[in-house]
């Protein structure tokens, strides 16, 4: 049986019999992506929840004014979508684009509902994954109030080591919520 | 039968059957907790999960110059707690108090993971409530970038119409991310 990085995620929270993974492979879809592809316009529907087999991926917004905002970066083993869009079937307010080529497994929200009702343990799963990302989001708001921007630029690093050389200086300030000038400034007293 | 809110709330999302309505009022806490008292103090590990029968709620961290941010509020029919330190059982990063009179649902950790074994639908429901969490945290970081604070404070009163009597300027102010000077300029404006 192929091994798959998305089993290796799964069974940190729930395990899968043979017949259950089978199931499971059956309905898979995996895609190969191109560096630099969009693979979600803002503005349309997201229609899909990624994992990432290998590869990453940056989400980012571009405001009224024209100013784009990286607010997401997807590496290896995370989930990566709109899901205000995936949930609601309301037009994305951000964009996803791949970082390097890309490996990723696509799950449309019929095929998750499927799939929560054939084995209800995913109900658990993604219980447990949506717990999580809900926290993340919670010690982000912290971090911006508790941490320096120089702290906060050096825990980035620490967080996405392989991701650093993959996006621009412009990118990265944007995720911390600086401009890339003051980012600059931080980068040169850390040197 | 008593009529409880969080019936209203669980019944959004999953069904109960009378026994299952029974079992699940069987394991209810319920706790009338006064004006102004704290129910989670941070750097103690939260323990509980609060549901809002009535009455409304406030989180805020200090952090370490001792300044404090008011981070999340809770009204009737929500639920609130520091789910990092319940989760992962570390020391709260937030500190919980009541804004008036208020009727919590209480559930610990243990009573849970007991919920879900006995009713597995309830993995369902918390997997609802914490897709829907995690997309509103998302969204606030959106309005951050897309909106500016008159914007912001507008669809804060929208939002929050019983709330804003019961908090201080100051507060709504950290809320949004503003200072106090700032936010009463943007009033100003506004009136």
């Known amino acids: 049986m192929k091994e ?6 799964i069974q940190k929270h729930i395990s899968l019999s043979n017949t259950e993974r089978e199931f499971f492979i059956s309905i898979l879809i995996e895609k190969d992506i191109a560096k630099k592809e969009i693979v979600l316009e803002q503005g349309s529907v997201s229609s899909k929840l990624y994992f990432v087999e290998f590869g990453s991926l940056r989400a980012f917004n ?3 004014e024209g100013r784009e905002s990286t607010i997401m970066l997807a590496v290896q083993d995370w989930w990566i979508t709109d899901m205000y869009s995936f949930v609601n079937k309301k037009p994305a307010l951000l964009s996803i684009e791949t970082l390097e080529v890309s490996r990723l497994i696509e799950f449309d929200f ?8 054939r084995l209800p343990k995913f109900e658990r799963f993604f219980r447990i994954l949506f717990q999580n990302a809900y926290i ?6 912290l971090d911006n109030i508790s941490f320096t921007t120089e702290q906060r630029y050096t825990r980035f690093i620490d967080k996405y080591p392989q991701i650093v050389k993959k996006v621009t200086q412009k990118q990265i300030a944007s995720y911390l919520g600086v401009t890339p000038e003051f980012l ?7 040197s």
Chains 1, 2 share one sequence.
């Open 4 to 9: 798959y990085q998305i089993f290796k995620n």
């Open 136 to 141: 993340r989001e919670q010690l982000r708001v």
């Open 110 to 117: 019929i095929m998750l509902e499927k799939l929560y009702k």
């Open 62 to 64: 571009v405001n009224e």
């Open 184 to 190: 600059s400034s931080v980068k040169k007293k850390l």
